[in-house]
T-cell receptor, first 112, second 115 residues
Framework: DTGVSQNPRHKITKRGQNVTFRCDPI?????LYWYRQTLGQGPEFLTY????????KSRLLSDRFSAERPKGSFSTLEIQRTEQGDSAMYLCASSLYGNEQFFGPGTRLTVL | AQTVTQSQPEMSVQEAETVTLSCTYDTSESNYYLFWYKQPPSRQMILVIR??????QNATENRFSVNFQKAAKSFSLKISDSQLGDTAMYFC????????????FGKGTTLSVSS
């Protein structure tokens, strides 16, 4: 069991640039979740997939955000035209149906 | 709206002492799970303990136990015999809908354990 992995671990970008993050869930897990966490706060839900289907999206997921899970395995989260307010830790989690969610180490995004 | 409230932003305790972290929530669901997650400094979040709302018996995992009061919508975490490794941010969470959907987290309690 290699756990949930996320790449990159850190990303520094300039305002207006596009960024893409990757999440590799635990191999047998069919559900994958994205959360955003700002300093000193709890994670906030962004979206989740069951297999390749995106089943729920938060209102936090603006038009500049898009997530995919093309083959029901890894997932990518893209942010277009980044803004300073996008600076946060982006967490990925996976689960087998409704069981415990296992979290990855996160990708810390800094927008200058 | 479903909400989770953790009213203690920070707590400090010495090794071997017992500490209780509080959490209240609001939901219209009748059957649900409740979770406590631990996030050590610069490390990933891990599940500490979970409680199924239909079970009257409080969950226990080694030094961690919960006091679940369904009618009061209260879900506190008790850590016994605190250890330095318990230093972390602790989050209370529950699913926004049926099991396996998005988790709603509280703002967290930062626990510091000193020797």
């Amino acid at each position: 069991d290699t756990g949930v992995s996320q790449n990159p671990r850190h990303k520094i970008t300039k305002r207006g640039q596009n960024v893409t993050f990757r999440c590799d869930p635990i191999s047998e897990h069919n559900r994958l979740y994205w959360y955003r966490q700002t300093l000193g706060q709890g994670p906030e839900f962004l979206t989740y997939f069951q297999n390749e289907a995106q089943l729920e999206k938060s209102r936090l997921l603006s038009d500049r955000f898009s997530a995919e899970r093309p083959k029901g395995s890894f997932s990518t989260l893209e942010i277009q035209r980044t803004e300073q307010g996008d600076s946060a830790m982006y967490l990925c989690a996976s689960s087998l149906y409704g069981n415990e969610q296992f979290f990855g180490p996160g990708t810390r995004l800094t927008v200058l | 709206a479903q909400t989770v409230t953790q009213s203690q932003p920070e707590m400090s305790v010495q090794e071997a002492e017992t500490v209780t972290l509080s959490c209240t929530y609001d939901t219209s669901e009748s059957n649900y799970y409740l979770f406590w997650y631990k996030q050590p400094p610069s490390r990933q979040m891990i599940l500490v303990i979970r409680q199924e709302a239909y079970k009257q018996q409080n969950a226990t995992e080694n030094r961690f136990s919960v006091n679940f009061q369904k009618a009061a919508k209260s879900f506190s975490l008790k850590i016994s015999d605190s250890q330095l490794g318990d230093t972390a941010m602790y989050f209370c969470a529950f699913p926004s809908g049926q099991a396996g959907t998005a988790l709603i987290f509280g703002k967290g309690t930062t626990l510091s354990v000193s020797s």
